[in-house]
């Protein structure tokens, strides 16, 4: 151990640097918390490598080593990757492709604010970016519109350092204003992760170059909700407006400028922004392709109709995982489903009057069964809470895993009072979802539950039956944030490095997609120690408490966390992508 170097190390930021290194010095965490946790904070990657090599060895290392590769620079199937042997492309200049996209909601069209699925995430992120990007390891990285951030000694004050030259498509400046301008349209609308975070005039952009943050409370993962994987905050100019949507005003700073955009097929065309700050694009220009379900975008990439696609499922998607010319990318993946109750009206309903009949349904589910027989192994089984394993603040004694016990569930039912229940699913046509909710039916009919299955099309699904309260003009009853939803329904939710998103805008007390209309103070509370704790150790502890609330509440039911597959044609190469169904092309070329 070279304390020296630790010491110079610790040296170069504030409390809450010295803490995450001194943690990983004496042996708190792992090297690869230690990385995803230091990217959040805005340690850089030669600080980072600095401070592995001075500690010598971890995780079986021998002493003096520094980290391989792959943990400094992104780690192998993180980024663009080939598991299916397909020979990699020479890059060339010029020429277009074709991507298959997810058929956006037709109701919020191209809105950057209230916009909810994935494939109005990809058409909209063409053009406009976010204030932290994605780095080669699939998390957050300086690659966008920050160049560097940093909190202040208690993590309530965030600054976040701006790119130079930075021009907007229409030739005038970005700046620190249109940074605050974005930020308090999102508060205002409230349909972000910011809601208890942020308040109206948080950013101070007396610098052009510079956008200081001041929080409601302190923040230790505040850079992730500023980022690409906190969807619907991408800066839009100042003058921007709630409800104009891209096609309306074409504008960004991104690498792609929007051509045309048809809304009855969404199908998006992008020319090269020849003013991007990146630099000169590989292509000319881009096509995203709608496509209203997945297997159809299957055949079409089978076919070799479109040159890469979004996103694709195991099932149904076997052949492009077995063509040796078909490159998969398989970015980090929270990818899950939320199976919710409805705790505000129904045979759900309570905080503690329906709890054993929720838990019941729980107990029924085969978690192996769906990991097995949806994904094919490339997924892993969930606990009824939103936290992935893999989290450096995940408690893993936290509670007990659930799995399929028929006998516990008919105990629970008869604690309850209750001789059957009989309950309709309403979900969307959404990749596995229909077949997810067959398993369920199956499952739970043993305990002498039955589940009746309604499948609608995914667009119309979020509208009638997960949030209906975000569709219409009419501002929700206080404590009823989606309004009358379903009784009982499964709901997509894609990938977050932090499960932030999950928890307050989908659990806590009024939250903006809490379709179970949830409530319960001590989880509101255990949320906010999450979010004020500037140290894993903190977060481990509060987090810890939220897993064992949610695992006893079942406001939801979490069965899995699935691997996000996409991919393209091996002509193509320099893709990335993120599980939320982002596929950056500002470095595509094709051969």
């Given at each position: ?25 004496k042996?708190?965490?792992k ?33 003096g ?48 604010v ?7 995430y ?5 053009s ?65 992760a ?63 400028i ?10 998006a ?39 890469g ?23 980090p ?8 109750f ?25 978690r192996?069964?769906m990991?097995?027989t949806?994904f ?19 408690d ?38 229909p ?13 002498g ?11 119309t ?13 009419d ?17 997509d939710?894609g990938?977050?490095p ?15 997609w ?9 989880l509101d ?67």
């Amino acid at each position: 151990m070279d304390w020296t170097r630790i010491d110079w190390a610790r040296g170069e930021g504030g409390p809450i640097e010295a803490d995450l290194i001194e943690a990983y010095a004496k042996g708190r965490i792992k090297r690869r918390d230690f990385l995803k946790r230091g990217s959040i904070i805005g340690l850089s990657m030669p600080l980072m490598g600095s401070v592995i090599a001075a500690c010598g060895s971890d995780d079986g290392e021998s002493a003096g080593t520094t980290p391989p590769p792959d943990e400094l620079e992104g780690d192998a199937g993180e980024g663009e990757t080939d598991s299916a042997s397909g020979t990699a492309a020479e890059p060339s200049q010029g020429g277009t492709v074709t991507w298959a996209n997810q058929q956006g909601d037709s109701s919020t069209g191209l809105d950057p604010v209230n916009m909810l699925d994935l494939g109005t995430y990809n058409v909209v992120s063409q053009s406009f970016e976010y204030l932290v990007g994605v780095a080669d390891d699939g998390n957050i990285g300086p690659t966008a519109l920050a160049t560097d951030w940093s909190p202040n000694d208690t993590g309530d004050v965030w600054t976040f350092q701006l790119r130079e030259g930075v021009k907007w498509q229409d030739g005038s400046d970005f700046t620190s204003a249109d940074v605050a301008a974005t930020m308090d349209r999102l508060v205002a609308k409230g349909n972000s992760a910011l809601d208890g975070v942020l308040a109206e005039g948080a950013v101070d952009a007396s610098d052009p170059l510079v956008a200081v943050f001041t929080l409601i409370e302190a923040n230790g993962n505040f850079p992730v909700l500023v980022s690409t994987f906190n969807a619907q905050s991408p800066i839009t100019p100042a003058d921007f407006s709630d409800g104009t949507t891209l096609d309306e005003r074409p504008a960004g700073t991104g690498a792609w400028i929007l051509d045309d955009f048809d809304a009855s097929t969404f199908t998006a065309n992008f020319s090269r922004n020849p003013d991007w700050w990146g630099g000169t694009t590989p292509l000319d220009g881009i096509t995203l392709r709608g496509f209203a379900d997945i297997g159809t975008a299957v055949t079409a990439m089978t076919s070799r109709e479109i040159d890469g696609i979004q996103q694709f499922s195991v099932l149904g998607g076997e052949g492009l995982l077995d063509d040796s010319n078909f490159t998969v990318l398989e970015p980090p993946s929270g990818n899950h489903r939320q199976i919710w109750f409805n705790l505000d009206q129904g045979q759900f309903a309570g905080l503690d009057e329906n709890r054993l009949v929720r838990q019941a349904l729980a107990w029924c589910w085969d978690r192996e069964q769906m990991v097995s027989t949806l994904f094919a192994g490339r997924a892993e089984i969930a606990n009824d809470h939103p936290v992935v394993a893999s989290l450096p603040f995940f408690d893993p004694d936290a509670v007990e895993q659930r799995s399929r016990d028929i006998e516990r569930a008919r105990s629970l039912l008869a604690e309850a009072g209750v001789d059957s229940v009989n309950v309709e699913c309403k979900t969307g046509d959404l990749q596995e979802i229909p077949e997810l909710a067959a398993i369920m039916q199956q499952n739970a009919a043993e305990a002498g539950i039955t589940i009746n299955v309604s499948t609608q099309s995914n667009s119309t699904f979020y509208e009638d039956a997960w949030c209906p309260a975000l569709y219409t003009e009419d501002a929700p009853a206080d404590g009823v944030p989606c309004g009358p939803s379903a009784e009982f329904g499964i709901v997509d939710y894609g990938h977050r490095p932090i499960p932030d998103v999950f928890l307050g805008s989908a659990l806590a007390t009024n939250g903006v997609w809490n379709s179970s209309n949830y409530s319960n103070p001590d989880l509101d509370q255990q949320l906010s120690a999450y979010r004020t704790a500037v140290d894993v150790e903190g977060q481990t502890t509060a987090i810890g408490e939220i897993q064992r609330i949610l695992w006893e509440d079942v406001p939801a039911s979490y069965p899995y966390f699935f691997n996000y597959l996409s991919g393209h044609d091996a002509s193509v190469s320099g893709v990335v992508a993120t599980s939320l169904g982002h596929c950056i092309l500002s470095g595509a070329s094709k051969a």
